[in-house]
């Protein structure tokens, strides 16, 4: 990869209490590109997520976000550098309508102009938020709900986008249309890196992946080696 | 008829207490899962800071107002400070004994350092005299305590409803870890929730002392189980709901007070807690959408 890098994980070992989940963890999300962190259930990529987000600690290694040591700062620093996050289950605030949702995340913009703008940003990205958007958002269907919390994380425009597992139990079409949309979002310039288990939405839309087994990334490529490398593909990704 | 709506009129006065100190207790409640009952004692510290300004000091009345607003701010943010700020995270139960220790430290204090007498808590002419109303008697203290409860209440409420911050407060209410990522400050968060609320305690104070004319070291016991069976009756972290339900509270009491025979007026206390048991039992969430999950 020979473009700057956005986000380094520089051998991350992170875990709950005294618990260990992910060992030694290295990837690069170089800017500008989309890319894509496999594996099944249970094997650490929310955990990395949460550790590069800061709502946990890592035990060891570095995490750098433009070359900058970020381990250690608090969930609401890091978000302020330009990091923003779509977690798993989506964690919308359900007693907000989906419009202050939005504006939850102004407490980080400097004016209120700049909100205006990337609220009209996201609006544009899904229509559907604008016409919801004095829609209590617990009230909302999962698509819905889904592309607000992915809207919630674009509205202070970071530059990079975290998303974890944006197709759970969405219906095809919608994961299609949130697909497009993610490429959209990283065509003006978003660098992304995405959480799947749906390994083939996830290949289609990333320019690289790395697959993790059991805490530790066992293999990394371009989504064409990955697919050409049989015993990955059958094992990890599901699809053949 | 007249009975009733003097009654009635009479009630606005401690409903207006009630709705203050439930609209902070009902903050607090909803942003760090905090059961505060040293919430009372931080009105209660307001209320004999003015005391100390006016009696002993001999400054005017607007002083002594500024003083109890003042003493309640600082002591609220202190006990946030001290007793629940170490404890982030810890869960409801940690938080519970934490609070009643601080309830019951400060006020224990409070009663050793100056005893529980009452002591006086001079109010200016302007506020003493009546406006008669047909048969109706009204107070001028308690139309000026009305009005400037409403008028605090719907500034808060507009804080809370509209503004960025207060979507940050009801988000964190909702999700803290999450609003956390999100960007929000959450302990600057915090700081601000418990300035207002304890700056709601210390208008309710000054409120108390125009009221009764005294104010005393254990003012604060009845007010805080009040505040908190309001804020669960109208729904945990809601402020709206939580003036609403002070209100009710307030003036169900008087009322219930006034319809007893003489002697069973030392019920009087009762009365809140046969609301919370009809809460609990018919609708546990209360009146009003909760604030959190």
């Given at each position: 990869m020979s473009n700057e890098s956005l986000l380094q994980l520089d051998t991350v070992s992170s875990g709950y209490g005294k618990k260990t989940i992910i060992r030694e963890v290295s990837l690069d999300v170089p800017a500008g590109k989309i890319v894509t962190l496999l594996g099944a259930n249970g094997v650490g990529k929310t955990t990395t997520l949460r550790t590069i987000t800061g709502q946990i600690a890592p035990f060891a290694g570095r995490l750098l976000f433009q070359g900058r040591d970020i381990s250690g700062l608090k969930p609401h620093s890091i978000a302020g550098l330009g990091v923003g996050y779509s977690p798993e289950g989506r964690r919308?605030?359900?007693?907000?309508?989906a419009y202050e949702n939005l504006l939850v995340v102004a407490n980080r913009i400097k004016s209120k102009k700049i909100f205006r703008e990337n609220l009209q940003w996201v609006y544009t990205l899904f229509p559907r938020l604008g016409e919801r958007s004095h829609q209590l958002s617990d009230t909302m269907s999962g698509g819905e709900q889904q592309m607000l919390a992915i809207g919630r994380a674009l509205v202070s425009k970071p530059m990079l986008l975290l998303l974890d597992e944006p197709s759970l139990g969405l219906a095809p079409m919608v994961v299609k249309q949130i697909a497009e949309t993610l490429v959209e979002i990283n065509q003006a310039g978003v660098s992304i890196l995405l959480v799947e288990q749906n390994a083939k939405m996830a290949l289609q839309i990333s320019h690289y992946a790395y697959v993790m087994d059991n805490g530790q990334v066992i293999q990394h490529g371009s989504c064409e080696e990955l697919l050409q490398d049989k015993s990955i593909a059958d094992i990890y990704l599901g699809i053949r | 008829m007249d009975y009733f709506l003097q009654q009635l009129i009479n009630s606005l006065g401690w409903g207006s207490l009630n709705a203050l100190m439930a609209a902070g207790y009902t903050m607090t409640f909803g942003i760090i899962g905090l059961v505060n009952f040293a919430h009372g004692e931080v009105m209660m510290v307001g209320a004999l800071t003015a005391f100390w300004v006016m009696v002993f000091l001999q400054l005017p009345f607007w002083l002594g107002c500024l003083a109890a607003l003042l003493g309640s701010i600082v002591v609220g943010l202190l006990i946030e400070r001290i007793a629940f700020k170490p404890l982030r995270g810890a869960g409801m139960i940690s938080l519970f004994i934490t609070s009643l220790a601080a309830s019951f430290g400060i006020r224990t204090l409070f009663i050793m350092l100056f005893t529980d007498r009452v002591k006086p808590f001079p109010v200016p002419d302007f506020l003493k005299g009546v406006l008669l109303l047909g048969n109706l008697i009204l107070f001028k203290k308690t139309i000026l305590i009305v009005l400037l409860t409403l008028f605090f209440c719907g500034l808060v409420i507009y804080f809370v409803k509209y503004t960025k911050t207060g979507a940050a407060m009801r988000a964190m209410s909702y999700d803290p870890e999450i609003a956390g990522t999100m960007g929000v400050p959450t302990e600057r968060i915090i700081v601000v929730v418990f300035a207002m609320a304890s700056f709601l305690a210390g208008l309710a104070a000054i409120f108390w002392g125009i009221k009764f004319g005294s104010v005393r070291c254990s003012m604060g016991v009845i007010m805080v189980v009040n505040a908190f069976i309001a804020s669960v009756l109208g729904g945990i972290g809601n402020v709206s709901g939580a003036i609403v339900a002070g209100y009710i509270i307030g003036i169900g009491e008087t009322l219930f007070v006034a319809y007893l025979p003489d002697h069973l007026v030392g019920l009087r206390p009762l009365f809140v807690w046969i609301v919370l048991f009809v809460l609990l039992i018919f609708k546990p969430s209360g009146l009003f959408r909760p604030n959190i999950k």
């Open positions: 919308i605030f359900g007693n907000l309508t | -």
